[in-house]
């Protein structure tokens, strides 16, 4: 099959609207219908509210979307992320959860908005790669083992999500055979279906053909049930004692949340040869959460498969994200027509979505290419699983591990050393700075102790990548106690960036003798 080349997008084209609009939205809506439900029931909720996610915030995205393909709406990890924060605090399906989803879309909302607007969208890229890698392997195996029971067709039991699903996979005398054959061709549909074509709507054909099942079989499994017809109802779902308690959760969210948007945006806009801009996407990301929230909803954020969707069904502009916010409103009527989906159904549109997150070769790769970022990673792995449903707390420790280790690494710097012909030369490489100049000094020391009858001393400052005021006052010590040991000294390679401060602390001719060496 031959590669899709999008047509590149102009200003012009992006800020009108386009016919090919129209199709790329009808198309991503019929994705987008069984999805929100799916991924309603994994952030806890009852499935009849993810559509109420899918109407209004793509059609809020739209007005301040700078990637013209983005597709707002309900996401797994999001809807996981959410699982996390809401469960210990209310009965999941309960009304008092569903006021705190609102709220916590509201929050997520409003810190999105927030750095939109104040231009922090540089944020985005403040989350490592360690911390996500770990992190997304490790949520997508918790969303896998939080399915299986519903796709097998058995109780989840009690006990912590592993101890479920180890349950659940290992008593198959348990399983339902309706259930499995269901969730086995929703698999084979969603995951094969692409192979097919790119826009083969294998979702969409898994949903008609579990409905029909069950409607022609009286499938005896659990289905979605009751969905109410009519509009979402519009509220300002606060509560106010409970804001203390979402703060934290509403920032991670909003920060771990947007990673998949704005990966999305940066991947298209490259392939388009068009600049994008994160803050314009915290705004819209920031207005359809806020959207979600008043619309008895819960937070959302940017789908990678059905922005995949869109752009291959030909959508053109931004508002092809309005189109299906605006298909799924017109389906709201008609939405009780979903109310014999088998559960299993659901189940496996989830599995098949996240399945192939489950990334062990990247973690791998880290390993072998760096020990202790390899290690946030396992750790982050780790600590998802075992903290699971509290996702967000794993996503906090692996954070701060990765702070640390950065502080670990700024702390040390590498000074390479060679003697030959009475020279002694030092190549120190890193960042200089208060924290890790002393390695500097004690390279000194150490070096010509271990060479007495060195003469010369030249210090190579071409691998710093950074020196501040501590770290220059440290190098002004070392020349001192250098020449006080009877070798002459030269400084080399000093980096433009260093010229300033190292002028300031030495002088610009003394630091301009220096640099000339001894014999000039």
Known sequence: M?????????????????????VAGLSVACVLVPQSLAYAELAGMPA?????????????????????????????????????????????????YVALAGMLA?????????FGLARLGWVAYLMSQPVVTGFTSAAALVIIGSQLPTALGVAAGDGSLLARTWSAASHPTLWEPASVGLSGATLVLVLLGPRVHALFPGVLVAVVLGVAFSRATGYGGPVIGTIPAGLPPIA???????????????????????????????????????????????????????????????????????????????????????????????????????????????????????????????????????????????????????????????????????????????????????????????????VLFFGSAPDLEEALVGQVSAHPDARRLVLDLEELGRIDYTG?????????????????????????????????VFGPDRLERLAAGPSA
């Open 2 to 22: 031959a590669a899709h080349t999008a047509p590149r997008v102009t200003p012009a084209r992006w800020m009108s609207f386009h016919p090919g609009d129209l």
């Open 48 to 96: 009849f509210h993810g559509l109420f996610a899918a109407v209004f915030p793509p059609i809020a995205a739209a007005f301040a979307a700078s990637s013209p393909y983005l597709q707002t709406g309900p996401v797994a990890m999001t809807a996981l992320l959410t699982f996390g924060a809401l469960s210990v605090r209310a009965q999941p399906g309960s009304e008092a």
């Open 106 to 114: 509201l929050g997520v909302g409003l810190v999105r908005l927030l």
């Open 236 to 430: 300002w779902p606060v509560v106010w004692s409970e804001l203390p308690n979402l703060a934290v959760p509403a920032i991670i969210i909003a920060l771990v949340g947007f990673a998949e948007p704005a990966a999305i945006a940066r991947i298209y806009a490259v392939q388009d040869r068009r600049p994008w801009s994160p803050n314009r996407e915290f705004v819209s990301q920031g207005l359809a959460n806020v959207a979600s929230g008043v619309a008895a909803g819960f937070p959302v954020g940017g789908s990678f498969s059905r922005t995949s969707v869109n752009r291959l069904a030909g959508g053109q502009t931004r508002w092809s994200g309005a189109v299906t916010g605006l298909v799924v409103l017109a389906f709201l009527p008609f939405a009780g027509l979903l109310s014999a989906m088998p559960r299993a159904v659901l189940g496996a549109i989830v599995i098949g979505a996240v399945v192939r997150l489950v990334t062990p070769v990247e973690l791998w790769r880290l390993a072998r290419v760096s020990g202790p970022q390899a290690g946030v990673a396992a750790a982050t792995f780790g600590l998802t699983l075992a903290l699971s449903p509290r996702v967000d707390q794993a996503v906090l420790v692996g954070i701060g591990l990765a702070g640390v280790v950065h502080i670990w690494r700024e702390l040390r710097v590498q000074v390479r050393t060679s003697f030959h012909d009475g020279t002694l030369e030092l190549e120190p490489q890193g």
């Open 472 to 504: 220059a006052v440290t190098l002004a010590t070392v020349v001192e106690e250098a020449e006080t040991a009877g070798l002459a000294v030269r400084i080399a390679h000093v980096p433009p960036h260093a010229q300033r401060i190292l002028t300031g």
